[in-house]
């Protein structure tokens, strides 16, 4: 009986289904009175709006930290002498689930222009549906992809059809190596200002699954 290991893996890639906007509130200054109140006004205006577009159904929820307050220091330059100042910064950050990429890109435009706010980065997924239903679909084809391969082995040398003993997702084979959570999964998004307003240019979410399995012959 010789023993075969191998590794299965299955991939796809599908539309983005969803989005989240990631803002971030930043106001700096040496007032920290005035910093504060800045920060809280657009906190207070974009929690508003993230509000106005769940109940419009453009939006599904949104998250949010409280504004904070710190301190920073940077380099001056007046009357012929660099010196240090102090200033306040206040800063919160906010999330919000859109599922109406139109509406999506006309607000980051908006909001984008208004003093101390700044869109991070915008992140795509998927709805929990189209998830769960791919990765069952990714599991048994990387587990299909692995028996394939043992098969591919044993039959090089001139072994029976092996039967399969041990299936492991990735990062849990005892005495392996740690690996990512299954499925693997990569988002990307890219957002840029295409001369006539802010272009949201969503990729396909991509899910892998890997897997390694023993099998005898």
Request: charged residues 25%; glycine residues 10%; aromatic residues 4%.
């Amino acid at each position: 009986m010789v023993l075969i290991a191998v590794t299965g893996e299955a991939s796809t890639s599908l539309a983005a289904e969803r989005a989240t906007a990631h803002l971030r509130v930043e106001a700096t200054g040496a007032d920290r009175a005035d910093v504060v109140a800045r920060a809280a006004h657009r906190h207070a205006e974009l929690l508003d709006q993230a509000r106005t577009h769940v109940a419009s159904g453009a939006a599904t929820g949104w998250e949010a930290q409280d504004v904070t307050t710190g301190t920073v220091h940077e380099w001056v330059e007046g009357d012929g002498d660099r010196h240090r100042q102090r200033l306040f910064r206040a800063t919160a950050n906010v999330r919000v689930h859109v599922v109406d990429v139109a509406v999506l890109g006309s607000w980051l435009l908006e909001v984008g222009a208004q003093e101390d706010v700044a869109v991070d980065h915008v992140s795509w997924d998927l709805t929990e549906v189209t998830r769960t239903a791919a990765v069952e679909n990714l599991r048994v084809r990387a587990v299909r992809d692995a028996v394939a391969r043992a098969a591919t082995y044993a039959g090089a040398l001139g072994l029976t059809t092996p039967r399969l003993t041990a299936v492991y997702e990735d990062g849990l084979r005892p005495g392996g190596p740690g690996g990512g959570p299954v499925p693997m999964m990569a988002m990307r998004a890219v957002a840029h200002d295409g001369g006539g307003g802010l272009e949201l240019q969503p990729q396909d979410v991509e899910l892998t699954v890997t897997v390694s399995a023993d099998l005898e012959a």
